[in-house]
């Protein structure tokens, strides 16, 4: 109640009214001009990654003055400009029927409404109603406000020039708060944790823009492609310094995957990249040395996670997950019960999560949108053999997505609801399904050429 009297409060004030007025004309304004809200979605998703880290032992340090109140700000931000595009998709006149929402979102959506009956069951009731709402509202903003837009190729790389921009955004931010005071962003052992609530969350941010970022590069104009670059090389730098191998893998695979297609092509240029440094460091060892480089780039700390184990000799993911699978085992149907109050937890893996705490009740749904999932890359691979002119637009769909999907198997984003992996994993499914439309259609129209002639 001392929250909502201090929210009415600040309404009431000259500022909140103030603020109000700013809000309508900014509405306005965005109203007559439909093309910003690639922009907006842009900063929606960098603002959905704002979190400051926490726990009993450690408490985040400031960031530089307006980036702190920057991240404080994060979540009525994200939802604030949430509800911006969600009007603005409200306005648009006629959109796309071709495009609409993926299948293997209801997959998800049945999970969320599963954490909705268990959370109330335990206790809570107003919270998890608007966790769920929220959900809904997502979906819909994301799929109506952005993928009824997509009409052309050039609306596509509108779409996924957002996700870049997120990204761009994120790495800049943290870069220059490095430059500042970089122990703001590694004070968690040492390992990146940046603008966002841990080195994990960090990790798999980066490494979700990551084909978004190799796609800017693909399309970027001369003048631009060195900023795309050199995001790209600090988006990485900061991957590693993060020390997560959920990160270093889903990352990997996105770079592999993007440009497989390309691969004897990168292949060479590897090989002999690889075999000019080897002279380098063997011609000069003196020079540089090249444990002096793999502590540079961050290398060393992420050699340290890989190696990391528990004190019962299994990795440390191993061993919630073997916990994960015994709570299955004892509760197949309906799942474990809450045993942390009313909170829900669903440990590191986004499918064991599910069948711990709900069973096969929460496991189908789970597995419909996991073979969903695989049957569109399944579409995106055999469509891009025949499509070379447009290997790059499938590559960015096929990348992000099994990227993430890659990556939800050691973490639980999957489970989340207002987070930059679910609202990005949204729009890589939505360019994914309007990159299969537009192809089925000027192969529609080919033969229509050329049964005319």
């Not at 909140?16 to 509405?27: E, P, R, V």
């Not at 439909?34 to 032992?57: H, K, N, P, W």
């Not at 949430?82 to 006629?94: D, W």
């Amino acid at each position: 109640m001392e929250q909502l009297d201090n929210l009415f409060e600040l309404i009431l004030s000259p500022l909140g009214i103030g603020i109000g007025f700013a809000g309508l004309a900014f509405l306005w304004y965005c109203l007559k001009n439909q093309q910003i809200v690639y922009l907006l979605m842009g900063v929606c998703l960098f603002c959905a990654s704002l979190a400051r880290y926490a726990d009993e032992f450690v408490t985040a340090p400031p960031l530089f003055g307006p980036l702190e109140i920057l991240r404080s700000m994060g979540r009525p931000l994200t939802i604030g400009l949430l509800m911006l595009v969600f009007i603005l998709a409200l306005s648009i006149p006629k959109q796309n029927e071709k495009i609409k929402v993926p299948l293997p979102l209801f997959g998800l959506i049945i999970v969320q409404y599963l954490i909705l009956i268990k959370s109330i069951y335990y206790g809570t009731l107003a919270f998890p109603i608007f966790y769920f709402l929220l959900f809904l509202l997502i979906i819909f903003t994301l799929c109506r406000g952005l993928g009824s837009r997509i009409e052309s190729w050039k609306n596509f790389d509108q779409v996924a020039g957002a996700i870049a921009l997120a990204g761009g955004i994120f790495v800049w931010i943290n870069s220059f708060q490095g430059v500042v005071g970089r122990d703001a962003i590694v004070f968690v052992q040492g390992r990146f944790s940046g603008t966002t609530g841990n080195p994990n969350h960090a990790a798999v941010f980066l490494a979700t823009v990551f084909p978004a970022l190799l796609y800017a590069i693909t399309k970027s104009k001369k003048g631009y492609i060195i900023f795309w670059v050199a995001t790209t090389l600090l988006a990485f730098y900061w991957l590693l310094i993060s020390g997560s191998r959920t990160g270093l893998i889903m990352a990997v695979m996105s770079f592999l995957l993007f440009f497989s297609h390309k691969m004897l092509y990168f292949l060479v240029r590897i090989i002999g990249w690889g075999l000019a440094l080897s002279l380098f460091f063997y011609l000069l060892p003196g020079l540089v040395e090249f444990s002096d480089v793999t502590e540079v780039i961050g290398w060393d700390g992420m050699a340290k996670r890989i190696n990391r184990q528990s004190e019962g000799g299994l990795d440390t993911r191993a061993k919630i997950w073997h916990i994960q699978l015994r709570n299955f085992n004892e509760y197949p149907i309906f799942g474990a019960p809450v045993y942390y109050g009313d909170r829900i937890i669903f440990g590191e893996n986004s499918w064991l999560g599910v069948a711990a705490q709900f069973g096969w009740t929460g496991l189908i749904p789970m597995l419909f949108f996991g073979i969903g999932m695989i049957h569109k890359m399944i579409l995106l691979w055999k469509t891009r053999i025949y499509n070379k002119a447009k290997a790059n637009e499938l590559s960015l769909c096929f990348a992000g997505i099994i990227s993430l999907m890659t990556g939800s198997f050691s973490e639980a984003y999957l489970l989340g609801n207002l987070s930059f992996p679910v609202m990005s994993m949204i729009l890589y499914l939505i360019l994914a399904d309007a990159s299969l439309v537009f192809l089925a259609a000027e192969k529609k129209q080919k033969k229509r050429t050329s049964s005319t002639d």
